[in-house]
């Protein structure tokens, strides 16, 4: 099948060139990101495939579907990025990567955790400087401490079990929870209040909905135990980052390490080095010594890649051969393909 891929960077050729020798596509790598200016270009496409800060919103939409275009095959788990009610009404199918490496994302949680308790990033520009000295570098014990993991999904539960290899307490949220796996792990559900009262660090591993939109806001965070850590690998409009910046002001947060941030759609996954940063709420959290930002680079491990790259190959032949659509987004509420 012909495949206009969006928003190429230069880790994505290498699996997807590899994987498609046994799939036989023709990929177009394409480096814009899909817009509504941008969708043209996938003019007799009858595939896209999109990223996570791809805008497939209603109007990139319909002009992909008058290009020709019958299939979204996106190379994420999210979809929180995609109009999926004008999809259904365009008639065009979404495929996805429920799952390629739980393991990538929460051992990147737990590295921002770690970096950020023992000040690994300003320790490391110290010593460059030659500048030994250790004041202000002051850490905690991981072990004996309250972790919080809200959303107990593929990646919260791979978190629960790191932290609790740490000594942790690991206390739990979900909607649904899975009780006897996470008594198998000595953790336990609570409510989302007692999380907040009692855990030094919390993890989000939520996908991002109408439900968890500025699901930490002002009154959750300051519900949360005074100096808390809080980790976001989740999706950035989780987190109402004003009343983030508000709370790490005072100190009610005492770290923040995010790899995903709500305005990161123009922004990341870009070199802005030479021409600087025009979203000051961004600027502000970044003057936070406690506060360590990755790009929305959880995900990034080789065998994360391969497994995206095999995933989402799959599901494109799958939909050219007409046969059932595993990874069809929203799959329980559309009838098979
Ligand atoms: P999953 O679908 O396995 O788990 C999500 C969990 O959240 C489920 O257990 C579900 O019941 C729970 N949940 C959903 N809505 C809820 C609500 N309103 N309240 C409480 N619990 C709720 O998803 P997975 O694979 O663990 O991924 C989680 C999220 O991580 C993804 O949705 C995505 O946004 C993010 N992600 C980030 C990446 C990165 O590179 N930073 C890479 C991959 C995923």
Do not use: W
Request: glycine letters at 8%; aromatic letters at 8%.
């Amino acid at each position: 099948m012909k495949i206009a891929f969006f928003d190429t960077h230069s880790f994505d050729r290498k699996p997807f060139n590899d994987a498609n020798e046994r799939f036989g596509h023709t990929i177009h790598f394409i480096e814009s990101r899909l817009t509504e200016q941008t969708a043209p270009l996938a003019q007799g496409f009858p595939c896209i495939c999109a990223f996570a800060n791809d805008r497939l919103c209603r109007e990139t939409l319909k002009i992909l579907k008058e290009g020709g275009t019958r299939l979204i095959a996106l190379r994420s788990a999210g979809f929180n990025h995609v109009d999926l009610m004008a999809a259904d009404e365009l008639g065009l199918t979404v495929v996805r990567v429920p799952e390629y490496s739980p393991y990538a994302v929460a051992e990147h949680a737990v590295t921002l955790l770690l970096a950020l308790d023992r000040k690994i990033h300003r320790a490391s520009a110290r010593v460059r400087e030659l500048n030994f000295a250790l004041d202000g570098l002051v850490g905690f014990d991981l072990h004996g401490k309250t972790v919080g993991i809200v959303g107990t999904g593929r990646i919260g539960f791979v978190m629960a079990k790191i932290m609790g290899g740490f000594g942790c307490r690991v206390l739990l949220y979900d909607l649904k929870p899975q009780t006897a796996a996470a008594s198998a792990l000595g953790a336990e559900y609570v409510t989302l209040k007692t999380l907040y009262r009692e855990c030094d660090v919390i993890s989000l591993h939520l996908p991002l909905t109408p439900e968890t939109h500025y699901l930490i806001d002002d009154k959750a965070l300051s519900a949360m135990k005074p100096g808390v850590t809080l980790i976001n690998t989740g999706r950035g409009a989780l987190v109402d980052t004003r009343a983030l910046i508000k709370h790490l002001k005072t100190g009610q947060v005492g770290g923040a390490g995010l790899d995903v941030y709500e305005e990161e759609e123009s922004i990341f996954f870009q070199n802005l080095s030479d021409r600087g940063l025009k979203d000051d709420v961004l600027a502000r959290l970044l003057t936070f010594p406690n506060v360590l930002i990755t790009a929305h680079q959880a995900f990034l491990t080789r065998e994360a890649l391969t497994n995206i790259a095999d995933t989402t190959l799959e599901n494109i032949t799958e939909f050219e051969a007409g046969r059932p659509l595993k990874n069809r987004v929203g799959a329980e509420k559309f009838r098979p393909h």
